[in-house]
């Protein structure tokens, strides 16, 4: 039988074994914890400097592009600027440029259609004007919508006399798309909002009439 040294002996040994155990299963919990905590930071940094990249690479490429002739553009020279109080009428649809009411449409997304003569005005000042047909699908519109968010000078509306899917105007310049999502969309804003065929740079397009 042991005396009571050996058994104090064991026991403090049995208890230094459990110490030991679960210190060796708190590290491996901590391994598992912030080791799996570095991995998802890594993969968090890997995913946002992803997205980072592509961003900037997509507006370094639509920059490129906006620099370059854009197919189907259409351009109208020598157009009048006066500013009228009757209804004009535009060989376009929708107008380009010509003649004009003394109010500009202030710049923006509507979901009606506006007045045509107030939104030549605002071409005038060097906005882009997104116009899609009546009865475009909900899909499309939503993709238009998230193209011109957030720029100052552009105009979104439904048109309700093009027969065309999407059409983006600016002052003496057009284009005809079939689908809003066309890649020729977001280089048409980038290269014609405020553009060099503005006659008025500078000139606002808010202050101005809604719709």
């Known amino acids: 039988m042991s005396n009571p040294k050996e058994r104090q002996a064991e026991r403090q040994a049995k208890i230094d074994a459990v110490f030991a155990a679960h210190r060796v299963k708190q590290r491996r919990q901590n391994l598992f914890v912030y080791g799996g905590f570095g991995l998802l930071v890594v993969a968090i940094i890997v995913v946002v400097t992803f997205v980072i990249t592509g961003s900037i690479q997509t507006r370094n490429t639509t920059a490129e592009a906006a620099k370059s002739p854009i197919a189907g553009v259409k351009t109208y020279p020598n157009l009048t600027r006066n500013h009228v109080q009757t209804p004009v009428t535009y060989p376009q649809q929708p107008g380009v440029g010509g003649d004009h009411a003394a109010t500009w449409t202030n710049c923006g997304i509507y979901t009606t259609p506006v007045n045509e003569n107030r939104a030549v005005h605002s071409l005038e000042h060097g906005a882009v004007w997104i116009s899609y047909k009546q009865g475009l699908s909900p899909t499309d519109v939503t993709t238009l919508t ?29 284009l005809e798309v079939p689908n809003a999502g066309d890649s020729r969309l977001p280089v048409f804003i980038k290269a014609y909002a405020m553009g060099p065929q503005t006659p008025e740079p500078g000139a606002a397009c808010s202050g101005g009439a809604n719709g």
């Open 146 to 174: 998230a193209l011109v968010k957030g720029k100052p000078y552009v105009l979104l509306s439904p048109n309700p006399d093009q027969a065309v899917a999407v059409t983006a105007s600016a002052w003496g310049t057009q």
